[in-house]
């Protein structure tokens, strides 16, 4: 499995939520449905409905975007007031879509995913900043996530 392609689907498709306000059933039965009609007889260009470099699906953990996406949708609220304890004169909702995707992946990791480093959790959201966000907002992600994982009450 692909870890690093499986956040970046995760992120978009967390961020389709938030800009569509749909429910992560719905993201994930269209999800589901792809992958079907790209494994059948109706080749479907997976690159087109989720971005250039996704390639196929046949890496991605589709398990862990599950789990991750109803988790971050269960836990949205604690999710939110975690983030924004660290965010110092910022609001959750003043950040980019995209910005918030990629704190509320992260931080959902550091309480709920035990298997994932937490320096691999910031490593890859700073990555998905850089990608998808800008310089700054991959700088000002890494402080909020740094000083997170320093504050011991995030702790698993």
């Known amino acids: 499995m692909n870890r690093k ?5 995760t992120m978009k ?3 389709q939520m938030a800009i569509n306000k749909e429910k992560a059933d719905v993201i994930i039965s269209n999800l589901k449905e792809n992958i079907e009609m790209e494994q059948g007889s109706q080749k479907n260009s997976i690159s087109q409905i989720y971005g250039e470099n996704m390639g196929d699906l046949k890496n991605i953990d589709i398990d862990y975007v599950v789990r991750v996406l109803r988790g971050i949708e269960k836990n949205e ?12 004169n910022w609001k959750l909702n003043r950040l980019s879509k995209v910005d918030s995707a990629i704190l509320k992946i992260c931080t959902y990791e550091f309480l709920h995913e035990d298997d994932i480093p937490e320096k691999v959790s910031i490593n890859e959201a700073i990555e998905l900043a850089k990608k998808y966000s800008s310089e700054k ?5 890494n402080g909020v996530l740094g000083n997170m994982i320093k504050d011991e009450k995030i702790k698993k």
């Open 5 to 9: 392609k499986t956040r970046e689907l």
């Open 13 to 15: 498709l967390l961020f």
């Open 77 to 88: 609220d604690m999710l939110n007031i975690e983030i924004e304890k660290y965010l110092r």
């Open 137 to 141: 907002s991959a700088s000002f992600i």
